[in-house]
């Protein structure tokens, strides 16, 4: 089996996915636009071959390209995990005469407002929207939803580009901040705490899947710079508060006709015990949160998912034996890491409970913290309890500080 990846070493997630696929036996050939030489060392160990394409926005050329490719390369799959090549695989799978998903079975995953709409039919609760692609529209659609309301990108990931409007005050503040946005979608606002389901699928059924839970929620979280973000992956996965966003997941697999690969839903929890569907990507969660699948289970995900999509099952042993946690921290200042306090102090209380560090080092210059979830370094904690769990992870949000300057 020859698998062509496209974009091997990017995000930084990637070279994990690009090596469990060598793993499970497959012969990886790697697409994109950045050298060979370039890539992550994981990721060139597991390549067997690489197509570089001069730009992967060029969606014609490289079709083109790949074309005249593959019969040096014996092609049999396409795999892509990262969204903005999402519509180029299908491409290229449909150019090539290849199983997988079809470019009309992508588009509903990367245009939300089709997603919502595929989605309504099928009797599914989302919230209301409207598409916009002009100050007008957007305006127009403020008035027919009401507030409070959320705009974001139509084609977009994660919570970039988003944000939650109170009245025609804060509307009008956001419209030029959305100008580099082709078109948004302006939906209803829900209120209630957020969670994931994310899964992993093989001929329509669903071989593995998990449930985390955001501290805060996304928009708050990308609003205020002193919080550090939480991504909790839950261990209770049976509790009965999840029981109708999970259920609904389901449903949201059926309706969009999912067959095999990495989806990752984000819904809502409502006060009143009412789930309802926010988005999914085709596509694993990014931030980290694969490895604190990893983390909750003790089992390779990475491998798992190439598993899955190379042959057809999944064998890694699913034993939800922690809560796992991952705490991003931001650091106060700007300009590079002057100094880290409070790490010896965490690692006295709780060094068996937390698995993971990294961290900018003192010197390193501060990431921002508007562009990217992962901050300036994170920790990765677990616990049975979840109680516990929080208690940690809190800990780390407090008693952990970086300083810039």
Not at 249 to 277: P, Q
Not at 298 to 306: E, F, L, M, N, P
Not at 323 to 329: E, G, L, Q, V, Y
Not at 371 to 384: A, E, N
């Amino acid at each position: 089996m020859s698998v062509l990846y496209l974009s091997p070493g990017f995000p930084g997630e990637m070279p994990f996915f690009t090596a469990g696929l060598a793993e499970v036996g497959a012969r990886v050939v790697g697409l994109g636009d950045q050298p060979a030489a370039a890539l992550p060392e994981r990721a060139r160990r597991a390549l067997s071959g690489y197509i570089q394409a001069p730009s992967l926005w060029d969606e014609d050329q490289v079709v083109e390209l790949v074309r005249r490719e593959a019969g040096r390369y014996g092609i049999s799959q396409v795999e892509c995990l990262w969204e903005p090549g999402m519509i180029l695989a299908a491409q290229i799978r449909e150019a090539l005469g290849l199983p997988g998903m079809t470019v009309a079975e992508t588009l509903p995953f990367r245009d939300k407002t089709a997603m919502k709409e595929v989605l309504q039919r099928a009797g599914i609760r989302t919230p209301h929207h409207f598409r916009a692609a002009t100050a007008g529209q957007v305006r127009e659609a403020a008035e027919r939803i009401g507030y409070p309301l959320i705009v974001k990108p139509v084609a977009g990931a994660g919570s970039a580009d988003t944000y939650r409007l109170d009245g025609p005050e804060d509307l009008e503040r956001a419209l030029p901040r959305l100008r580099h946005v082709a078109e948004v979608s302006v939906e209803e606002f829900i209120d209630g705490e957020e969670f994931t389901f994310d899964t992993i699928c093989h001929g329509g059924e669903i071989a593995y899947f998990n449930v985390s839970w955001y501290r805060p929620r996304p928009l708050i979280a990308r609003t205020l710079e002193w919080v550090s973000p939480q991504t909790v992956s839950l261990r209770n996965v049976d509790a009965a508060h999840l029981r109708p966003g999970i259920r609904m997941g389901v449903e949201v697999l059926r309706a969009l006709g999912y067959r095999t690969g990495f989806t990752h839903m984000e819904w809502f929890l409502k006060d009143d015990g009412e789930a309802v569907f926010g988005e999914i990507g085709a596509r694993p969660p990014g931030a980290r949160s694969v490895e604190i699948m990893n983390y909750a289970c003790d089992i390779d995900v990475y491998r798992g998912w190439a598993e899955a999509v190379c042959h057809g099952r999944f064998s890694q042993p699913v034993r939800r034996r922690y809560n796992a946690a991952i705490i991003f921290k931001r650091a106060q200042g700007e300009g590079r890491i002057q100094r880290i306090e409070g790490l010896e102090s965490l690692l006295a209380r709780f060094r068996p409970q937390i698995v993971s560090i990294d961290l900018l080092p003192p010197g390193g210059p501060r990431r921002n913290w508007k562009q990217t979830l992962l901050s300036d370094g994170w920790l990765i904690v677990r616990h049975p309890d979840l109680e516990t769990t929080m208690r940690i992870a809190d800990a780390v949000g407090t008693d952990l500080q970086m300083y810039a300057g």
